[in-house]
């Protein structure tokens, strides 16, 4: 999985997870990707063993360090440049898989101690790897599956293991026993929620200025040129259509989709809209949303977008920010909602120019509405831990 400093998808649920282990008496011992370091990042309370390569922040192009934090395949120009072999540094799934086994047998055969394997999919890699660990060295798994994916012969072993198979959303449960109706029954998935971590924010408000102008961060995650070109078209007509609007209006990206995003900021000449470059650190990012008067979601229709729900919207709703969503129909749009967020389909140019005159109106009268009390006690992560503490506790009888 993706360690800090970047915290990308379900690397966050796991790192909220292990960090919580500690007070509880656990000593969590992780297998992660490649390792970064001079960037910033959180004091881990446990162990991290790295079986990719480790990189220096410093060193990198800020491309090339976005695309790693965020688990993008680096370009081989930045190999050649710096005269590095890319042989030396390309490390692939397979390769990440092998690494990772033989570090995972070598953890177990040394520490008698270690009482449950955690592996989170999609990718499916460590879920194989877990069910092959757990026969050789009989240790119980706890399967997460934090977003939709397909499911072969070989998959439908790991759901079928007798293992616990755990997913964020009842939504997602459901989907899954309709999609494989004759295959799956209710006892082979559990519900382990999502939810943010209000009280290990290590965020500080900033002071509100009364001439500052609106911040709306954008996350960009899984949307392809056709809804990425519609929400542009957009954007730059609401600019347009509001006289004087520069110095009361400012944006900024998040979520792994910036990289394509910066060609149509320049395409539609926004430059001067964007607040901040790519964000290469989860405390940075944390510290941006935070600033933020509106949180935006931007999805497009790609496969399994009904199930997807991006791990920073938990995040931020500890943060009883203003949410919103250019988006299809789908959980994400369904979690927003119950927030008291808005949204509009990303599908219409014109729906995304009357979201944004409608959030610029809103904030200009004082009446942005922000995320619901409701909302951030039923997201919150308490909640979460309790039920994966709950699955824990049926395969270790003496947690």
Known sequence: ???????????????????????????PVVIAYHEVSGAQAERLPFRVHYVGHTYSAEEMAPEQLFRLVHGLPLKKRFFRKTGVPRSKHDIGENNWERNAAVVAEKLLQEDSDIEMIYAQAPPLAPHRLALELSANYHVPVLFDCTTSFDVDKQDMSILHSGHCVAMPSRVMKEFFLRKYREKLSHEDISIVRNGYDAERFCVTAH?????????????????????LKKFFSGLSAFVESQEGVKGLFSIAFTGSGYEKVRRYVRKYRLEDFVETGPVCSHGDELE????????????????????????RLYDIMGMKTSL????????????????????????RVDSVVDFLQDTFSLWLTGQLPTVSDTAVGDYRFHSSMKDFLGEMATRLPMV
């Open 288 to 311: 941006l949303c935070m600033r933020a008067d509106l949180y935006c979601v931007v999805l497009g229709k790609t496969d399994g977008h009904e199930l997807f729900v991006p791990e």
């Open 1 to 27: 999985m993706n360690f800090p400093p970047m915290m990308t998808e379900g690397s966050s649920r796991a790192f909220k997870f292990a960090r919580s282990f500690p007070a509880l008496g656990w000593e």
């Open 324 to 347: 919103g969503g250019l988006l299809p129909d789908g959980l994400a749009k369904e979690v927003i909602h119950e927030a008291g967020g808005r949204t509009a389909s990303i599908e």
């Open 207 to 227: 002071e509100e200025r009364a001439d500052a102008p609106i911040l709306c961060v954008f996350h960009i995650e899984r949307t392809e040129g056709k809804d």
